[in-house]
T-cell receptor, first 111, second 112 residues
């Protein structure tokens, strides 16, 4: 079983739509969580960290559900510039090989 | 400007010819790591380093070597490259293990 699983998509949504992605993780000891954005053939860039109480940054909202072991990313009022692949990252913080990346969810926002 | 710098950005070479991809960060980060990214497989960790002279294997270390003689540099060495190492490689660093990572621009390697 993969440590981190994401629906690869693609998600094709019209401008202005609200879209949500989920990411499930297998290890209940996971300590920290992040969403990254990756544009085609570019490096991943941190979009936001995910905190236990949930957090918001403009049109983006991230939530953590420890009981069900998933994190989510909600994008409101989608823009064309939101088109990218969104990667979730789970960190066990145990000192061993503890960083796990999802394979990413591809989003295309259509005019 | 805070950054992670990889070189070269692109390289086409032949099987068996040793190559090194350099990675340097100017943020005094302790944690550094190398990833390869292949279609459908996502980012897979090759090696990581918790600090100077401390390195360890990731998920896919076979065929690669690393060193961490200085805090800022973490080169990736392919002693005898093979075609299955053709991939997009990223170096990343973070202040500590718990912090989010900053990625370099990537190195696209083609091994013929």
């Amino acid at each position: 079983r993969k440590e981190v699983e994401q629906d690869p998509g693609p998600f094709n949504v019209p401008e202005g739509a609200t879209v949500a992605f989920n990411c499930t993780y297998s290890n209940s000891a996971s300590q920290s969580f992040f969403w990254y954005r990756q544009d085609c053939r570019k490096e991943p860039k941190l979009l936001m960290s995910v905190y236990s109480s949930g957090n918001e940054d403009g049109r983006f909202t991230a939530q953590l559900n420890r009981a069900s072991q998933y994190i989510s990313l909600l994008i409101r009022d989608s823009k064309l510039s939101d088109s990218a692949t969104y990667l979730c990252v789970v960190n066990l913080q145990t000192g061993a090989n503890n960083l796990f990346f999802g394979t990413g969810t591809r989003l295309t926002v259509i005019p | 400007e805070a950054q992670v710098t990889q070189n070269p950005r692109y390289l086409i070479t032949v099987t068996g010819k040793k190559l090194t991809v350099t990675c340097s960060q100017n943020m005094n980060h302790e944690y550094m790591s190398w990833y390869r990214q292949d279609p459908g497989l996502g980012l897979r960790q090759i090696y990581y380093s918790m600090n100077v002279e401390v390195t360890d294997k990731g998920d896919v270390p076979e065929g690669y070597k690393v060193s961490r003689k200085e805090k800022r540099n973490f080169p990736l060495i392919l002693e005898s490259p093979s075609p299955n190492q053709t991939s997009l490689y990223f170096c990343a660093s973070s202040l500590t293990l718990a912090q989010p990572q900053h990625f370099g621009d990537g190195t696209r390697l083609s091994i013929l």
